[in-house]
C-alpha cells in the first residue's frame, strides 16, 4: 500500500475514533443539546432582528431570546399545574361531599351501580372506590405542583444545559454551520436542503403539538358542555394532558365518564366515553400527521409510527425527534436519487 494512501486511511481512521470519543462524551446531554439546536433554528430570525435592533449586540439579544423561550414554556406549563393543584383539592372535596349525600346513596341503589359493582368491583364498595380514586388523582397534581415549584436536580441541570446551550448557538450557530458546510464532501446546495429541512420539521413538530392539543381543548370543551361538566377547567387539563406522551387527553375525560356513570347520569357517561375515545382521541394523530406532512414529505402513517417509536426510544422528545429523523432520512434518499439519477435509470 502506497504512503499517501496509508495516510488518508490512518486519518480516516482517527477521525472515526475521535468521533466515536466525542460521542461518548456528548450522549449524556445529546437530548438537551438537540433540543437547544431545534428550539435556535425555529427562533433564530427573531434573533437577527432583534441583534439588528439592539445595535448588533448579539449576547444582549441571546439573553434576551433565551429568556423569552423559558417564559413561553416553562412558566405557562408551572402555573398550570399548580392551578391544577388547587382546583383538584376543590372537586376532591365536592365529591366527597356528593358521595355523602342522599341522591349518591339512591344512585348506589339502582341496579345499574348494583350491576356494576358486581361485575367490575366485586362487591367492593364503590363509593369508597371513588373517593380512593379521586384521592390519588388530587396526590398526583399536589405532587406535581410540589415538583413543578421545586423540581428535581435533574430537571434544573437539564434546563440550565438547554438555557446555556441556546445562548451560544444563538451566537455562534451560524459560524459552526458555515464549518460543517466547509467540512462536509456535500455539494453546497445539498448541506442548505438538509439545513431546511431539520429547521421547517422542527418548526411544524413542534407547532403541531400545540395545536393538536389547543384542538383537542377545544373539541374535548364540546363534549363536556354537551354533558353538562365544568368546561373550562377540564378543557384546560385536557390540552395540557395532550402535550404529555403517554397520557394524553383520556386522562381527564375517562374518570370524567366514570364519573358521571357513578352519579346516575349514564347516557351523558357512555357519549363521554364514545366521544372522548372516537374524536378527541382521533384528533391528536390526525392534526399532527397533517401539520408535519407538509414539511416533512412524509406519508401520515410513517409521521404517526415516527412519533410512537420516538417516544418509546426518546422519551417526551420524542414527539420532535421521530418525525426529525424520518424527514432527514427522506430527505438523503432524495439527495441520493438527484446524485444517482442516470445510475438508477434501468
Avoid at 433554528?41 to 431570546?65: C, H, N, T
Avoid at 451560544?168 to 438538509?194: A, C, H, V, W
Avoid at 404529555?244 to 375517562?254: E, T
Wanted: overall charge positive; hydrophobic content about 55%; aromatic content about 14%.
Amino acid at each position: 500500500m502506497e504512503r499517501p494512501l496509508i495516510s488518508k486511511v490512518f486519518l480516516l481512521m482517527l477521525i472515526a475514533a475521535v468521533a466515536y470519543g466525542c460521542f461518548l462524551v456528548f450522549r449524556p446531554f445529546l437530548s438537551e443539546l438537540l433540543v437547544a439546536v431545534i428550539l435556535v433554528s425555529i427562533f433564530y430570525r427573531p434573533y437577527e432582528w432583534l441583534a439588528r435592533k439592539l445595535g448588533g449586540r448579539q449576547k444582549l439579544a441571546a439573553a434576551v431570546m433565551c429568556i423569552v423561550i423559558v417564559l413561553l414554556v416553562l412558566v405557562p406549563m408551572v402555573n398550570l399545574i399548580i392551578y391544577g393543584a388547587q382546583r383538584s383539592v376543590i372537586a376532591y372535596d365536592n365529591i366527597v361531599e356528593y358521595l355523602s349525600s342522599d341522591q349518591a346513596k339512591e344512585v348506589a341503589r339502582s341496579p345499574f351501580v348494583q350491576n356494576l359493582r358486581e361485575r367490575i368491583f366485586q362487591d367492593k364498595d364503590i363509593q369508597e372506590v371513588v373517593i380512593e380514586v379521586a384521592k390519588k388523582i388530587q396526590n398526583w397534581f399536589l405532587s406535581g405542583a410540589t415538583s413543578a415549584i421545586k423540581s428535581t436536580t435533574s430537571f434544573i441541570i437539564a434546563t440550565i444545559l438547554i438555557i446555556f446551550s441556546m445562548f451560544f448557538f444563538f451566537i455562534d450557530g451560524r459560524s459552526m454551520l458555515e464549518k460543517i458546510t466547509r467540512l462536509t464532501p456535500l455539494p453546497n446546495k445539498y448541506d442548505q436542503e438538509i439545513f431546511k429541512k431539520f429547521r421547517d420539521v422542527s418548526y411544524s413538530t413542534i407547532l403541531s403539538t400545540f395545536v393538536t392539543a389547543i384542538a383537542q381543548a377545544l373539541i374535548g370543551a364540546l363534549g363536556l358542555a354537551i354533558v353538562g361538566l365544568p368546561v373550562f377547567f377540564l378543557a384546560l387539563l385536557m390540552g395540557f394532558f395532550s402535550l404529555l406522551p403517554y397520557v394524553g387527553a383520556g386522562f381527564v375525560w375517562l374518570p370524567a365518564a366514570v364519573y358521571l356513570l357513578f352519579t346516575g347520569q349514564i347516557w351523558q357517561g357512555i357519549f363521554l366515553i364514545v366521544w372522548g375515545g372516537l374524536v378527541v382521541s382521533t384528533v391528536d394523530n390526525l392534526v399532527r400527521a397533517y401539520i408535519i406532512k407538509g414539511k416533512a414529505e412524509v406519508h401520515p402513517l410513517f409521521i404517526i409510527f415516527s412519533i410512537l417509536g420516538g417516544i418509546a426510544l426518546f422519551g417526551f422528545w420524542g414527539v420532535v425527534f421521530g418525525p426529525l429523523i424520518i424527514s432527514l432520512a427522506v430527505t438523503v434518499m432524495h439527495i441520493y436519487e438527484l446524485e444517482y439519477d442516470k445510475v438508477l435509470e434501468k
